[in-house]
């Protein structure tokens, strides 16, 4: 299966301020998601992130908040813009290796403190 | 609107037993997957085992098997010979076929007594 390298893996910020995720991937990949996981929560898709096109964002996450990009097959980002102690989560970056029925798999997250 | 039902937000299991996870589930999409993944305290999510819609037969992982019941719409898993290992949060998700996108139960957290 496809290796999955997120950064950072942790991060605390402060209010107001943006972050952006790194996820790198060892192989071409032909779909790729975000995931947020709010404190005790489960995950919750924020977008799709296609390839040389704008996000598909889900409803309830909105561009200008989530800001995603995704130059290449290999490789995307997430934006957590003008953060809030609401935006405290993991964030997870998930991949589809191509083919029917072939599984997601996930980064290890990034963990997210908001002051 | 896909949704995934996880009725039992924690279970306990002593080492060595047989427990069984529910999951529910409704769409009604006639293509699609079905899963089991596991989140340790570490947070990365581990694919447990899956299952394709099509397929009548039961998939098995080791010590890991489901019950699908499609008519049901049901999808348990069955953990044989528990281990101090298996202690993680076990989330059931629901894949549809023609986007891969994964909506996800709430989550049951098995604890393994020793």
């Known amino acids: 299966s496809a290796v999955i390298s997120q950064k950072p893996s942790r991060d605390i910020c402060q209010r107001g301020t943006s972050l952006t995720i790194q996820c790198q991937v060892d192989s071409q990949v032909t779909m790729m998601f975000w995931y947020r996981q709010q404190p005790g929560q489960s995950l919750t898709l924020i977008a799709t992130a296609n390839q040389g096109s704008e996000a598909t964002y889900e409803s309830g996450f909105v561009i200008d908040k989530f800001p995603i990009s995704r130059p290449n097959l290999t490789f995307s980002t997430l934006t957590v813009s003008n953060m809030s102690p609401e935006d405290s989560s993991i964030y997870l970056c998930s991949v589809v290796q191509g083919g029917d029925n072939q599984p997601q798999h996930f980064g290890d997250g990034t963990r997210l403190s908001i002051l | 609107a896909q949704t995934v039902t996880q009725s039992q937000p924690e279970m306990s299991v002593q080492e060595a037993e047989t427990v069984t996870l529910s999951c529910t589930y409704d769409?009604?999409?006639?293509?699609?997957?079905l899963f089991w993944y596991k989140q340790p305290p570490s947070r990365q999510m581990i694919l447990v085992i899956r299952?394709?819609?099509?397929?009548?037969q039961n998939a098995t992982e080791n010590r890991f098997s489901v019950n699908f019941q499609k008519a049901a719409k049901s999808f348990s898993l069955k953990i044989s010979d528990s281990q101090l290992g298996d202690a993680a949060m076990y989330f059931c998700a629901y894949r549809r076929a023609r986007d891969d996108k994964i909506i996800f139960g709430k989550g049951t957290r098995l604890h393994i007594l020793p």
């Open positions: 299952q394709e819609a099509y397929k009548q």
């Open positions: 769409t009604s999409e006639s293509d699609y997957y």
